[in-house]
Structures are given as structure tokens and as C-alpha cells.
T-cell receptor, first 117, second 114 residues
Framework: EPEVTQTPSHQVTQMGQEVILRCVPI?????FYWYRQILGQKVEFLVS????????KSEIFDDQFSVERPDGSNFTLKIRSTKLEDSAMYFC???????????????FGSGTQLSVL | GESVGLHLPTLSVQEGDNSIINCAYS??????FIWYKQESGKGPQFIID?????DKRQGQRVTVLLNKTVKHLSLQIAATQPGDSAVYFC?????????????FGTGTRLTIIP
């Protein structure tokens, strides 16, 4: 079964450093998402991306965050200057058609655990 | 603000028994709900969904019940197996056109006792 792949599985960084989290969505999917989960808390929506632009973002997704689809397969989340509170598990997800056409299933990757020291 | 929440954080069930995981939501405009299973070290995995025009939907060993009157849904897992041990989340789908996000509940950790 096709799956969403995320790298690295763990990322440790110093506060103030930039990090890039990488994702390879399922190949025929057109809608891409980032979610995060702080330890012991809910999974929270960060951003959705379609047709090479952000379609929706949450209040968490401030100017320190950016997303990019640099080529036909990768989808990245960049945090420019990490803060302690950015420590979380970051999940990438993709869907074929997105919510507004059908209630498409989201396929989630296994996540990148980001630890900011 | 609107929220999706779970009644119990942990649940232990004897292998072979049935389990019921509950979820409350507060947005009466919600019309689509999904249950996800998250195993250790993995991302959320779709289990079953239900639209608000339905009261019940069945899958393989799983049933979701929706009570719109009290804004409550539940996930029933029949004949539980060790592989059912995981954290289960209910999530609310987008409530208006153009909205893309899922709103997750806190999660219930289900442990199957051999």
C-alpha cells in the first residue's frame, strides 16, 4: 500500500536554529498537510497546501513557518528560528482530492519528532 | 471555541471483549466525523468515518455511532485483539467549503489485556 514518508524520524536542534522537515506524499495525491502533536496533547492542524500555494493555515503557523514543494515529490516544512515550544511530533499528510470535493481520507506519515534544546 | 473532546484518557479491555470509546463534540454544525488509530511510533491511521445524516456505520469489527441530539459519538471495537492496543482519536471534518483542517480530540489509550 502506498504511504507517506517522512524524514528524519528524529531531529534535535538548538533553539534559534532553522530546521527543515521533509515529506514525500503519496504520488498521485494533490493536497498536502502538516499537523503537529505536542507530547500528551491533541494533534493540531498547521497548514494545508494545494496547487503550489497555502490553502489554509492555523494561528500556530506564524511567520517562522513556511512550506514548499520544491520538486514533484517532496513537501517540506521549514521553521526558521526554532523555539522550545516547537518541540513536537510533526506529521505530514496527503489526500487525493481534498476535503472540499469529497471527504477524502487523509494518509499520515509516521512523523518527525522535533526536539528543540 | 468549538472543540472535540474525549471522555476517558485510558481504557483497558480483556482480549476478546468488546470496547467502546466515546467522544463529545460541541459544534452543532459539524457534519462529518472520523476515527483514527495511532500506534506507537506511527501517524494516525483512518479507521472509519460517519456523516451527520447517519446514526450508525459499520466496518470490519468496528462500529461508529453518532448521537446528534447530545453531540456524542462512539467507536465500538468487537472481539478485541492485541493489535487493537493504540491511541484512538475522534476528529471533526471541515464544516464549511474551503476549510481544510481536521480538528482532533485528545485521544483515548486503549490497552488490550491478554
Amino acid at each position: 500500500e502506498p504511504e507517506v514518508t517522512q524524514t528524519p524520524s528524529h531531529q534535535v536542534t538548538q533553539m534559534g536554529q532553522e530546521v527543515i522537515l521533509r515529506c514525500v506524499p503519496i504520488s498521485n495525491h494533490l493536497y498536502f498537510y502538516w499537523y503537529r502533536q505536542i507530547l500528551g496533547q491533541k494533534v493540531e492542524f498547521l497548514v494545508s497546501f494545494y496547487n503550489n500555494e497555502i490553502s489554509e493555515k492555523s494561528e500556530i503557523f506564524d511567520d517562522q513557518f513556511s512550506v514548499e514543494r520544491p520538486d514533484g515529490s517532496n513537501f517540506t516544512l521549514k521553521i526558521r528560528s526554532t523555539k522550545l515550544e516547537d518541540s513536537a511530533m510533526y506529521f505530514c499528510a496527503s489526500s487525493e482530492q481534498g476535503w472540499t470535493i469529497t471527504n477524502e481520507k487523509l494518509f499520515f506519515g509516521s512523523g518527525t519528532q522535533l526536539s528543540v534544546l | 471555541g468549538e472543540s472535540v473532546g474525549l471522555h476517558l484518557p485510558t481504557l483497558s479491555v480483556q482480549e476478546g471483549d468488546n470496547s467502546i470509546i466515546n467522544c463529545a463534540y460541541s459544534n452543532s454544525a459539524s457534519d462529518y466525523f472520523i476515527w483514527y488509530k495511532q500506534e506507537s511510533g506511527k501517524g494516525p491511521q483512518f479507521i472509519i468515518d460517519i456523516r451527520s445524516n447517519m446514526d450508525k456505520r459499520q466496518g470490519q469489527r468496528v462500529t461508529v455511532l453518532l448521537n446528534k441530539t447530545v453531540k456524542h459519538l462512539s467507536l465500538q471495537i468487537a472481539a478485541t485483539q492485541p493489535g487493537d492496543s493504540a491511541v484512538y482519536f475522534c476528529a471533526e471534518g471541515p464544516t464549511f467549503f474551503g476549510n481544510e483542517k481536521l480538528t482532533f480530540g485528545t485521544g483515548t489509550r486503549l490497552t488490550i489485556i491478554p
